[in-house]
């Protein structure tokens, strides 16, 4: 049994003779301290060799060429540049739903994927998460301002609802061509958005499955239209929406921020019968200041409660540079013991 057909198999629920592990994306500072300490190459190819990692993400996020090489959503459009998802973006004055149609939408077609095809035919024993990001929630931040987008779901929803659907539009249609193209050498679409904070989610339950749920249903439409698994990103706390996530087809839920309130495994462990997970292993503080026998001790108590749909892995997957080497690899070790 090769590392792609163990992972289904977790993604499945299904007992596995050896538990499966991903390291996640480790940040640029930490690969050359990890190399330092290993004695391999200096990039993240050798670190998930050197560990067994048994996935790679081979996303199509660098796969838009424009002709004119600009990027596809350009959330400062005429404005000056600002520096955080609070900072008013091109949308943050709309009223009227002409003024979203006056921007100038990204075109699918300047998606290229040959890079990502050939980097997907090396690891074909690897489970590929594949997808594009589709990051709508946080384009939409960017576009309005945070807080504009949220107080507009109030005083503008229908400017809101343009806006989503153009957004969500590409993101579709990137899936679908990317998903097409890509054909056979993934199994799972990879999608991602971040809805909560350490104690919540950042709007309503209510607002949440008005203005986002639908957008995130058609991108699962998509993978499961090209029979793929659908994992689903979200950072911090979204315990009060798993469910909906369940029903709209969600298989995979990553990266389980521990600290986050309602997100730890034995309040995730009545969803273990409907979902498989990804993460779960504390990055905010326990991965930083933790023993490796801490770390093994920990991934064996996460694994006897979410097991068997569980691929171990940090609770955020990029891995900082003050995560001890010794930690990853503990932590590796103890997911196939």
């Given at each position: ?9 977790v993604f499945e629920r ?83 739903i002409s003024e979203i ?186 991965f930083v200041n933790a ?47």
């Amino acid at each position: 049994m090769n590392a792609r057909e163990k992972v289904m198999r977790v993604f499945e629920r299904k007992e596995v003779p050896e538990g499966a592990m991903w390291t996640g994306h480790p940040s640029d500072d930490i690969i050359p301290l990890l190399a330092d300490a290993w004695k391999i190459r200096p990039d993240r190819e050798a670190v998930f060799n050197y560990l067994n990692d048994d996935i790679r993400w081979i996303g199509g996020v660098n796969c838009y060429h424009a002709p004119d090489g600009k990027p596809a959503f350009d959330y400062f459009w005429n404005m000056e540049r600002g520096i955080s998802l609070s900072c008013p973006g091109c949308f943050a004055e709309c009223e009227e739903i002409s003024e979203i149609e006056a921007y100038p939408w990204p075109d699918v077609s300047h998606f290229d994927f040959s890079e990502v095809i050939a980097q997907m035919d090396q690891h074909q024993d690897k489970m590929i998460l594949g997808g594009i990001w589709s990051g709508f929630f946080q384009d939409l931040c960017n576009f309005f301002g945070m807080e504009n987008y949220f107080v507009k779901m109030y005083t503008d929803p229908e400017v809101v609802e343009a806006a989503t659907e153009h957004i969500v539009d590409y993101y579709v249609a990137a899936n679908d061509k990317m998903l097409k193209e890509t054909g056979h050498r993934s199994d799972v679409m990879f999608i991602g958005n971040d809805f909560g904070t350490q104690r919540n989610l950042m709007i309503s339950p209510e607002l949440f499955r008005k203005f986002v749920m639908p957008s995130l249903k058609r991108l699962i439409d998509v993978g499961k239209k090209h029979g793929k698994k659908v994992m689903v990103h979200s950072c911090g706390s979204i315990y009060q929406i798993i469910p909906d996530l369940i029903d709209a087809g969600v298989d995979i839920l990553h990266p389980l921020q521990a600290q986050a309130y309602g997100m730890s495994a034995i309040e995730l462990q009545q969803y273990k019968n409907d979902l498989a997970f990804v993460g779960g292993i504390d990055a905010q503080s326990f991965f930083v200041n933790a023993s490796p026998q801490q770390i093994k001790d920990e991934v064996h108590r996460v694994k006897d409660i979410l097991g068997p749909g569980l691929v171990v892995s940090p609770s955020h997957e990029e891995l900082l540079g003050n995560v001890p080497p010794e930690n990853i690899l503990a932590m590796a070790e103890a997911a196939r013991e």
